[in-house]
């Protein structure tokens, strides 16, 4: 079946554009996560979603940073007035949720890489 | 917090040989998950492996195998017979149920011929 789709794959814009990341998930899970990577680091969390709730949102880095999931599936990242240090990979990915005994493993897409010039 | 360190930012290892890479985690949870991921330069994250934190048991798929030490909050990466495609970048995830999900910084491992 298909895997978790991101597009763009890649996104140039210029300091102060909004920009809008896109994630579909594989189809039947319900949760969904975005993350950001830096080069030479590792991802770092920024939302999780279940369903169409965003359950924990610790890790968006400020209020310019925003994502909404309204039927449950796929997710927009939303980024406003954008700065040279957004600039990153922006990985989503899937899974089918928690659950009673089974472990619950992530399915990445591959990234959208986004410039801020 | 929860916060996972990979002590090692560089590793290599000549082909067939074995390699071991580290990954320890700090919780106060006593349930969560721990997986290793492997990015190769196409950026694509694989899952390498996956453990339960209330299963024992190590976790062994094919070539790689895990020594998990809960009391420790240590879970290393063992990779035998090492093949030039295992040339990667290689994480650590912590993860529970409520969708906590801390990665390390990673590990380069580089398979020479």
């Known amino acids: 079946g298909a895997g978790v789709s991101q597009t763009p794959s890649n996104k140039v814009t210029e300091k102060g554009k909004y920009v809008e990341l896109r994630c579909d998930p594989i189809?039947?899970?319900?949760?969904l996560y975005w993350y950001r990577q830096s080069l030479g680091q590792g991802p770092e969390f920024l939302i999780y979603f279940q369903g169409t709730g965003a359950a924990d949102d610790s890790g968006l880095p400020n209020d310019r940073f925003f994502a909404v999931r309204p039927e449950g599936s796929v997710s927009t990242l939303k980024i406003q007035r954008t700065e040279r240090g957004d600039s990153a990979v922006y990985l989503c990915?899937?899974?089918?949720?928690?659950?009673?005994?089974?472990?619950?493993?992530?399915?990445f897409g591959p990234g959208t890489r986004l410039t801020v010039l | 917090a929860q916060t996972v360190t990979q002590s090692q930012p560089e590793m290599s290892v000549q082909e067939a040989e074995t390699v071991t890479l580290s990954c320890t985690y700090d919780?106060?949870?006593?349930?969560?998950?721990l997986f290793w991921y492997k990015q190769p330069p196409s950026r694509q994250m694989i899952l390498v492996i996956r453990q339960e934190a209330y299963k024992q048991q190590n976790a062994t798929e094919n070539r790689f195998s895990v020594n998990f030490q809960k009391a420790a909050k240590s879970f290393s990466l063992k990779i035998s017979d090492s093949q030039l495609g295992d040339t990667a970048m290689y994480f650590c995830l912590y993860n529970t149920n409520a969708g906590k999900s801390t990665f390390g910084d990673g590990t380069t491992l580089t398979v020479k011929p």
């Open positions: 990915a899937s899974s089918l949720g928690p659950r009673q005994g089974g472990i619950d493993t992530q399915y």
């Open positions: 189809s039947g899970h319900t949760a």
């Open positions: 919780t106060s949870e006593n349930n969560y998950y």
